[in-house]
Every structure is written in structure tokens, then in C-alpha cells.
């Protein structure tokens, strides 16, 4: 007799490894499908291994600014090999553990590709020739490099992907794409000694977050020698020899490398989803309900295959969701979960300076129903100062609210700041009034205390700023 577990994933990323961990917790029986390793892209080809790069490109930046702490330290260069080393074991420690944790939660691992099959006897998973079926299948095979349909080849025109195997920095790279991930690159290669120019075709970065925060980051990239070209469109990219040439209206870029950083697209191609009746939008995501469920009975879809912020905690906060609504209308949880909401999370870019939000911007709120604003500046937090030496633009806190009501964004940029959008989003998530939390005390000296001043302001009570 075929076994039927109560869950079938396919993909084994943020999205479907929390959904089955969690619907293991709640005693569902779960099988995992993955093709490759699990942890997904995040974990093995972007957010961990970016961010460790990241991190070494901080620390280069910190001694080579020691001496205006007063520390002597000679900056002798940098072992792109290492770096890469370092990542590695990074990923490689997380990964064991995960593997660990999915075996303690006894989830059946099938290794393989699998793609959707709906038949009269409902829902399964076609896994290289052999029919997993389940109750329910939930789809989380998450995104992949949008390429233009330029001739990536991983030496020299690059995706992330590539940019983050490398052993030998680039002495001039050209980015194309001024989203979070052509941030990052072009803030973590600087700062590793890599000449970089950053082209976007719109008049400023990172369109989704507030202008104002993303002003002072542009600041601070072109200080530190980041070329950015705005509002400049590509007009083709061609690999020549040992170098690449990025055409431009003005003129032509020539550099060692090209990274192509224009965004991700949903996986969806292969996987049988049309034939099995589950509908596409125009962008290729997956068409769902608010319960995340397709057009096709008992299929589901996770994270970046729903048209929004391609984050890896939304996935985690989709797989939660979903794990527990499936354990709820099967009787398992009395408790009917809320689905999770775009607006509620947050964003963080892990740039220098690092920028994050969340909820909506003054834009936003103003055009939904007005809002008042008020604006923490970091050169009057000496903490910031601390992590900022020398820096005219220490960076800047911004909490929004509906007039006389709740809190609806924070916005903050700043080094280290990401730390703090935690806070922001919990002010947000609960609908708080600054009075709410107005008598919460905030530790001195930290950057958290920013935070604290701005939403003091709009309480009526401000003490490090003027009312």
C-alpha cells in the first residue's frame, strides 16, 4: 500500500524547511523533497555567505579607521581565498545542524527533483520517477538569478552566485542593479580595497525604502569612492578577453568583472504547476490566497514564489503559518493562525552603513491616511559616534505614526543599526502609540536609544532633542 504522509515540500530553502519543521512539531508526518542541499540558496549562495563577506569587509574597514581610535595597525591586504574559507565553514557548521535538526524532527528527506502531479486520488510529488503522495503539498522551491539573458559564465559577467565563489578580488568591478544586492556587493567589494561602479536605472537605490534614509547612503557610498551612476540605463554588456565593457548613454564602463544584480525571479518552470492547475501571475509567481493556497486543491506555495519582499524570515514566517493552519483544520491546534502580512516585515540592508525598515514610509503613509514623523539624527548618539569615528553622516532614525495614533514604520540607517529594527518591529506588529512605550528604558550608551528618542518626540516628552 502507498504510503500518504499528511505533508509533502517541495524545496528545502527557509520557506520549506520551516514549514516542515514546524508541521513535524505540531505530529504531522512530513516528507521533504530537495535537489540539492538543504538550506537552500540563503543558506549556501546568499544570505550567509554574503553576510560573512560582509563581515570581513568590516573588519577591514575597522583597522584601517584604528587609528582614529587611537590604535596602531598595518592593513597588509586581503585573502579573497580565506574570506571565501571563512564563509564556507560558516555555511558548512549551519548546515550540519540542520541537517541534524530535520532528522531529530523524524521528517522523511527525498533527495531528488520533483515536480507536481494532481490526479483524481488528489495532490503528490513526481520525484524523479517514484509518486510521493500526501494530503497536502506545499511548493517552496524559492528564486533564482535574473540574468537579462546576458551570457553569464561565472569568470567575468557574474551572478551572486558567482560573485561569492570567487578566490581572487576584482581590481574594477561594474554592478548592475541598485537593489539590496547590488548594495551589498558594492559596499562589501569597496571596502575590500575593489574599485566600483554601482548603475541603476532609476534616480536613486534601493526604491522600496524611505528616499531620505537611502539619501544618506548614497552619501556615504560616493564618500568612500563608490561610483554611482543613477537614473543611467545599460545598453549592453559584452565580455572582451580578460575584461568586460557595460555600454552606457554617456559612455562606455570597462572593468575586470561584471555582476548582474537586477533582482530574482520565482522557480516555477519544470515543476508541472500549470498542468497540475495551479494558476501563474504575469511575473511567473505562483497565484495565491491570503492562506497561501493555489488554485489547485490541497497545493500550497511559500516564500519568494508569492509575488512580495524576498526575504528568507518571510519564508520562515510563512512556513509557520502554513504548518500550523494545516494542523488547525485538521483538528491538531485549536488555535486558527493569522497569516503573516508583508507590511509587518522588516527589511534590512546589510550595506555600510546598514539600512532597515519596516511598516510604510512617510510617502506611503502620507498618501494612506497622513502620518507624523520624527527623526532621530545619530550625531547626537554616542554610540554611533563610536561606531562612525569621523564620519560626517553618523546616520538617522525615523518613526512614523498615524496623527494622534499608532506607530506605522521605522526607518533606520546607520552602522549597526540593523540590530535595532527587532524593536521597530514589534512597535509596528502591535499597533503601539508612542505612549505605549515611551516608559520602556533604553540601555546608555546604545544605538537603541535613538530609537527611544525619536518615539519620545512624538509622545510629547522629547530629552535629547528639540521639541
Not at 569615528?389 to 496623527?403: E, H, K, M, S, T
Request: hydrophobic fraction near 45%; glycine fraction near 12%; charge should be negative.
Amino acid at each position: 500500500m502507498t504510503q500518504v504522509h499528511d505533508l509533502a515540500v517541495l524545496g528545502g530553502g527557509p520557506a520549506g524547511y520551516a514549514t516542515a519543521l514546524r508541521a513535524a512539531q505540531l505530529g504531522l508526518d512530513v516528507a521533504l523533497v530537495e535537489e540539492r542541499e538543504l538550506g537552500g540558496t540563503c543558506l549556501h549562495r546568499g544570505c550567509v555567505p554574503t553576510k560573512a563577506w560582509l563581515q570581513a569587509a568590516k573588519t577591514r574597514t575597522t583597522v584601517a579607521k584604528a587609528d582614529r581610535l587611537g590604535i596602531g595597525a598595518i592593513l597588509t591586504g586581503v585573502d579573497a581565498a580565506k574570506v571565501r574559507g571563512f564563509a564556507d565553514s560558516l555555511v558548512s557548521g549551519l548546515h550540519r545542524g540542520l541537517t541534524g535538526l530535520i532528522r531529530s524532527r523524524g521528517i522523511r528527506v527525498v533527495p531528488g527533483h520533483g515536480r507536481l502531479v494532481v490526479d483524481a486520488e488528489g495532490p503528490a510529488l513526481d520525484v524523479d520517477g517514484e509518486l510521493l503522495r500526501a494530503h497536502n503539498v506545499v511548493l517552496a522551491t524559492g528564486s533564482a538569478p535574473v540574468t537579462l539573458g546576458l551570457p553569464t559564465d561565472g569568470e567575468r559577467i557574474l551572478t551572486s552566485e558567482h560573485a561569492l565563489r570567487l578566490e581572487q578580488l576584482p581590481g574594477r568591478a561594474v554592478i548592475l542593479g541598485g537593489g539590496v544586492i547590488g548594495v551589498e556587493f558594492a559596499s562589501l567589494w569597496r571596502d575590500l580595497g575593489v574599485d566600483v561602479v554601482l548603475v541603476e536605472a532609476r534616480p536613486h537605490l534601493l526604491p522600496n525604502e524611505d528616499p531620505d534614509l537611502v539619501a544618506v547612503l548614497e552619501r556615504r557610498l560616493r564618500a568612500r569612492g563608490v561610483d554611482l551612476r543613477l537614473g543611467a540605463k545599460a545598453e549592453g554588456i559584452v565580455r572582451d578577453g580578460d575584461q568586460v565593457r557595460l555600454e552606457l548613454p554617456d559612455g562606455t564602463v570597462t572593468a575586470d568583472v561584471a555582476l548582474i544584480a537586477v533582482g530574482r525571479r520565482p522557480v516555477t518552470g519544470g515543476l508541472g504547476l500549470e498542468e497540475a492547475g495551479v494558476a501563474l501571475t504575469s511575473t511567473g509567481h505562483v497565484s495565491a490566497t491570503r492562506e497561501l493556497a493555489t488554485t489547485a486543491a490541497g497545493v500550497f506555495a511559500v516564500g519568494d514564489l508569492i509575488a512580495g519582499p524576498q526575504l528568507a524570515h518571510r519564508g520562515y514566517a510563512h512556513g509557520i503559518f502554513l504548518a500550523e493552519q494545516l494542523a488547525h483544520l485538521s483538528g491538531g491546534r485549536p488555535i486558527r493562525p493569522r497569516p503573516p502580512e508583508d507590511r509587518d516585515i522588516p527589511r534590512i540592508t546589510y550595506s555600510s552603513p546598514q539600512l532597515a525598515s519596516v511598516g510604510l514610509t512617510r510617502e506611503q503613509a502620507a498618501a494612506t491616511g497622513g502620518c507624523e514623523v520624527s527623526d532621530f539624527d545619530l550625531r547626537g548618539n554616542a554610540r554611533a559616534l563610536m561606531l562612525a569615528p569621523g564620519d560626517r553622516d553618523a546616520g538617522l532614525v525615523r518613526v512614523i505614526r498615524r496623527p494622534g495614533g499608532a506607530l506605522v514604520g521605522v526607518h533606520l540607517v546607520g552602522e549597526d543599526i540593523a540590530e535595532l529594527i527587532a524593536e521597530g518591529t514589534l512597535m509596528v506588529g502591535w499597533q503601539a502609540t508612542p505612549d505605549d512605550v515611551k516608559d520602556l528604558i533604553h540601555p546608555h550608551p546604545s544605538l537603541s536609544e535613538a530609537l527611544a528618542e525619536a518615539n519620545l518626540t512624538l509622545a510629547g516628552s522629547a530629552l535629547h532633542m528639540h521639541a
